[in-house]
């Protein structure tokens, strides 16, 4: 994965608390039961490609910054909880740097209820 490549390096700055090693052997092990959340994974693809200098990877940050905003309801389960939450201190980080902090606010705000929900 080259956009995990160039998260990697930077993701404790943004407040990435999972055990890195271990995330990208699960990413990988598409069957098992403790695998990242889709909703995760997207964001952290979003990221990668955001903090790429490879133009060829930056004309899809469009793309997956709608499927980082998306909801995958496969997501929506008990096991899912922290990767959830993560995913949405992820992108308030991601709309901050954007310039849309209207964004990142409804984004706070949504892993805020989700932690309260929880």
Do not use: K
Not at 8 to 27: K, T
Not at 62 to 82: I, N
């Amino acid at each position: 994965m080259p956009s995990m490549d160039y998260f990697a390096p930077y993701a404790f700055q943004f407040g990435f608390f999972l055990h890195g090693p271990r995330l990208c052997q699960l990413m990988f092990e598409h069957s098992n039961p403790s695998s990242p959340a889709p909703n995760l994974l997207n964001v952290i693809y979003l990221w990668g490609i955001h903090l790429s200098d490879d133009e060829r990877l930056l004309a899809h940050e469009p793309f997956f910054l709608e499927r980082a905003v998306r909801v995958d309801l496969t997501s929506q389960q008990p096991q899912y909880v922290v990767h959830n939450i993560q995913a949405e201190i992820l992108l308030v980080a991601y709309f901050l740097r954007s310039g849309s902090p209207s964004s990142a606010i409804h984004h706070l705000n949504h892993a805020i209820s989700l932690c309260i929900s929880y």
